[in-house]
T-cell receptor
Framework: AQKITQTQPGMFVQEKEAVTLDCTYD???????LFWYKQPSSGEMIFLIY??????QNATEGRYSLNFQKARKSANLVISASQLGDSAMYFC??????????FGTGTRLQVFP | NAGVTQTPKFQVLKTGQSMTLQCAQD?????MYWYRQDPGMGLRLIYY???????DKGEVPNGYNVSRLNKREFSLRLESAAPSQTSVYFC???????????????FGPGTRLTVT
């Protein structure tokens, strides 16, 4: 069975600072993918970034990067130069041999001026 | 290109009533999913369909049925609604499965369902 743990229910960061959102996972699959989604207060789920288990380099997408440490089973999301619009819930998810995704409980990020 | 659409956006039901949530995608994806989101619980998979004509149970299937009507459409039915089914329901779709490869899922806007 797969499991995602997000231990930070809430995080605060000042505008223009960087912030790291933690995600640890557990899986018995050899090949898997890790995903991060953003859910603003409007409710939609927005895909941010993907990391494959065999990818040698950490994934990056604009201001988002994924700090992937396979041995520690962690896939932390780093947001650089935070903006007020980054205030949202952030969910980490894992997908394995099947195409099902298992989500964590999320971290609420609040960016203040 | 609308992506994933869901209807209705809001619904209030009385206990015991039935209803069907509709979902359609125009991205030619083979795989489709239904999730529910409850406060503090994240998203939990109800049912999914890896391809047209197939459906499988997810983590919380009890009280729900699904139909993969065609490649585009995947509906979720509540036969006898209960207050415990009050939640936000999301439909999602993704590319076809390749063994050991996961694809990002694209989500609809959600349906907020209240059962009284």
């Amino acid at each position: 069975a797969q499991k995602i743990t997000q231990t930070q229910p809430g995080m605060f960061v000042q505008e223009k600072e960087a912030v790291t959102l933690d995600c640890t996972y557990d899986t018995s699959d050899q090949s898997y993918g890790l995903f991060w989604y953003k859910q603003p207060s409007s409710g939609e789920m927005i895909f941010l970034i993907y990391q494959g288990s065999y990818d040698e380099q950490n994934a990056t997408e604009g201001r988002y990067s994924l700090n992937f440490q396979k041995a520690r089973k962690s896939a932390n999301l780093v947001i650089s130069a935070s903006q007020l619009g980054d205030s949202a819930m952030y969910f980490c998810a894992i997908g394995g041999f099947t195409d099902k995704l298992i989500f964590g409980t999320g971290t609420r990020l609040q960016v203040f001026p | 290109n609308a992506g994933v659409t869901q209807t209705p956006k809001f619904q209030v039901l009385k206990t015991g009533q039935s209803m069907t949530l509709q979902c359609a995608q125009d991205m030619n994806h083979n795989s489709m999913y239904w999730y529910r989101q409850d406060p503090g619980m994240g998203l939990r998979l109800i049912y999914y369909s890896a391809s047209e004509g197939t459906t499988d149970k997810g983590e919380v299937p009890n009280g729900y049925n699904v139909s993969r009507l065609n490649k585009r459409e995947f509906s979720l039915r509540l036969e006898s609604a209960a207050p415990s089914q009050t939640s936000v329901y999301f439909c999602a779709s993704s590319e076809s499965l390749r063994a050991g490869v996961s694809y990002e899922q694209y989500f609809g806007p959600g349906t907020r369902l209240t059962v009284t």
